[in-house]
């Protein structure tokens, strides 16, 4: 029983610590790696364009579907209309599965009839460390959020 205690008070100590943060949070310099797998359609940083996908520089903290010049998918732009804002926890459940996610955001919006077709986003991330790496390397691209 004590061991158990210690057990948890250890794990307690750990969870407050500023390492469980920075796991939690991801790793930018890792997540400059990942992003490699997403250059195939994406670009960020200064002078990025659009591609097969929206440019990426300051899209944490931006709405969904607003990047000018750029050819969403209904789904994608309807997820922006209905209140979308890509926030660091959104683009986590995001990459994960971007159709998945879409259609279950505008259903539990209240609007399963915009909840069809498919986004342009076939690429998904299922890793849940790679998602957090990114998402820091992303926030290095975007402006703080007051």
Not at 11 to 37: L, M, P
Not at 56 to 74: K, Q
């Amino acid at each position: 029983m004590k061991a158990v205690a210690l057990l948890a008070l250890a794990v307690g100590a750990f969870i407050g610590s500023a390492d469980f943060a920075q796991a939690q949070q991801g790793d930018a310099e890792k997540g400059a790696k990942v992003f490699g797998k997403c250059m195939t359609c994406h670009r960020v940083g200064e002078g990025a364009r659009n591609l097969v996908g929206p440019v990426l520089t300051g899209v944490v903290g931006r709405p969904a579907g607003t990047i000018e010049g750029f050819a969403y998918s209904p789904l994608n732009k309807a997820a922006g209309e209905n209140g979308l804002v890509w926030t660091e926890d959104q683009l986590f459940s995001y990459l994960a599965n971007p159709n998945a996610f879409l259609k279950k955001f505008l259903t539990d919006k209240g609007k399963p009839q915009l909840a069809t077709g498919s986004t342009k986003m076939v690429f998904n991330l299922p890793n849940e460390t790679e998602r957090r790496d990114v998402i820091a390397f992303l926030k290095t691209f975007s402006k703080p959020t007051q």
